[in-house]
């Protein structure tokens, strides 16, 4: 665990295509949420969870909830980008290194994220995972200073967080065969039964 890292999950989608709130969902023992923070907890000193304006209050274990600050998004529906932008005064100062993800990665590990900080080198200010040529912004690890001009761009009327990389110096990292699964995310309710079985499969 590293005082210095810190993770920013995007908590506060409408979940339409789910019908359900994806971060409460229960993987096993603990719900989608818990189990990332877990993960994260291995590598980062923080955690910051973004929640919507109106969403349900949250059950988070008391030994997780302790530890992370739960922020609001300013206005509900405005998307992930305005959630990074709303999360900045929660983000630690010291912070040096912020991991930005999403609540809809069910079989996401520190295996992973290790993957992302170590490319995180000198010569990077971005490190995204990269899947069939898509670039996702929402599962990767930042300086600070990129997601500080998230308000910017808001006003210059951009509303994708791909476009937070403009600029920047950014490495795309393709899973490997092994990092498949866990860089999915799960939207609806057919992937999360899908995920239930191998998440029941991969505990045997």
């Given at each position: 665990?590293?005082?210095?890292?810190?993770?920013?999950?995007?908590?506060?989608?409408?979940?339409?295509?789910?019908?359900?709130?994806?971060?409460?969902?229960?993987?096993?023992?603990?719900?989608?949420?818990?189990?990332?923070?877990?993960?994260?907890?291995?590598?980062?000193?923080?955690?910051?969870?973004?929640?919507?304006?109106?969403?349900?209050?949250?059950?988070?274990?008391?030994?997780?909830?302790?530890?992370?600050?739960?922020?609001?998004?300013?206005?509900?529906?405005?998307?992930?980008?305005?959630?990074?932008?709303?999360?900045?005064?929660?983000?630690?100062?010291?912070?040096d290194?912020?991991?930005?993800i999403?609540?809809?990665?069910?079989f996401?590990?520190?295996?992973?994220?290790?993957?992302?900080?170590?490319?995180?080198?000198?010569?990077?200010?971005?490190?995204?995972?990269?899947?069939?040529?898509?670039?996702?912004?929402?599962?990767?690890?930042?300086?600070?200073?990129?997601?500080?001009?998230?308000?910017?761009?808001?006003?210059?009327?951009?509303?994708?967080?791909?476009?937070?990389?403009?600029?920047?110096?950014?490495?795309?990292?393709?899973?490997?065969?092994?990092?498949?699964?866990?860089?999915?995310?799960?939207?609806?309710?057919?992937?999360?039964?899908?995920?239930?079985?191998?998440?029941?499969?991969?505990?045997?």
């Amino acid at each position: 665990m590293n005082d210095r890292i810190t993770t920013l999950i995007l908590a506060g989608g409408r979940s339409s295509r789910m019908g359900q709130d994806k971060a409460s969902l229960k993987l096993g023992k603990n719900s989608v949420l818990e189990n990332l923070l877990e993960t994260a907890f291995q590598i980062s000193g923080h955690a910051v969870v973004m929640r919507a304006p109106e969403q349900q209050h949250l059950s988070i274990k008391k030994e997780l909830r302790d530890k992370i600050t739960i922020g609001f998004d300013q206005i509900e529906g405005e998307g992930p980008l305005k959630g990074i932008a709303d999360s900045l005064p929660h983000l630690p100062q010291q912070s040096d290194r912020i991991f930005v993800i999403t609540c809809d990665l069910p079989f996401l590990s520190i295996l992973w994220l290790d993957a992302l900080n170590n490319a995180l080198t000198e010569e990077y200010d971005v490190v995204c995972t990269e899947t069939g040529n898509i670039t996702n912004a929402l599962l990767a690890i930042y300086r600070p200073q990129v997601l500080k001009i998230a308000p910017k761009i808001l006003l210059e009327g951009k509303r994708r967080p791909v476009d937070l990389l403009k600029g920047w110096r950014v490495k795309k990292l393709p899973p490997m065969h092994d990092f498949q699964i866990e860089v999915k995310d799960m939207n609806t309710p057919l992937e999360y039964e899908k995920a239930k079985l191998q998440f029941l499969k991969s505990n045997d």
